[in-house]
């Protein structure tokens, strides 16, 4: 089993930037692909990024291309995201998800752990 916890999200303005932590126990990340999501209400939830288990590998949605950057650090078993040049439309809240590898798409939203989300609302 492993537990993920999200923090960071709040209030930014248009243009600003925000890091995002998902902190993982029970297992380590190392042996896992990674991924963030958001989901608005009413929405389908919505793929960000991902990361494959060694960390060599990074996919980003169209939108986001170019302004987030997901990373690891192994030793703290903590996931971030980096979200710069924000803007409103990204405001939602954001997943932090894990999979063991294999047998699914990149693009997959089929994860078997998830954190509890947090808030990111950018104004305008």
């Known amino acids: 089993q492993v537990q993920l916890v999200e923090s960071g999200g709040g209030l930014v303005q248009a243009g600003g930037s925000l890091r995002l932590s998902c902190a993982a126990s029970g297992r380590t990340i190392s042996s896992y692909v990674m991924a963030w999501c958001r989901q608005a209400p009413g929405k389908e939830r919505e793929f960000v990024t991902y990361m494959n288990w060694s960390g060599g590998i990074t996919i980003y949605a169209d939108s986001v291309k170019g302004r987030f950057t997901i990373s690891r650090d192994n030793a703290k078993n903590t996931v971030y995201l980096q979200m710069n040049s924000l803007e409103p439309e990204d405001t939602t809240v954001y997943y932090c998800?894990?999979?063991?590898?294999?047998?699914?798409?990149?693009?997959?939203?089929?994860?078997?752990?998830w954190g509890q989300g947090t808030q990111v609302t950018v104004s305008s």
């Open positions: 998800a894990a999979r063991h590898p294999g047998g699914r798409s990149v693009y997959s939203l089929e994860y078997d752990y």
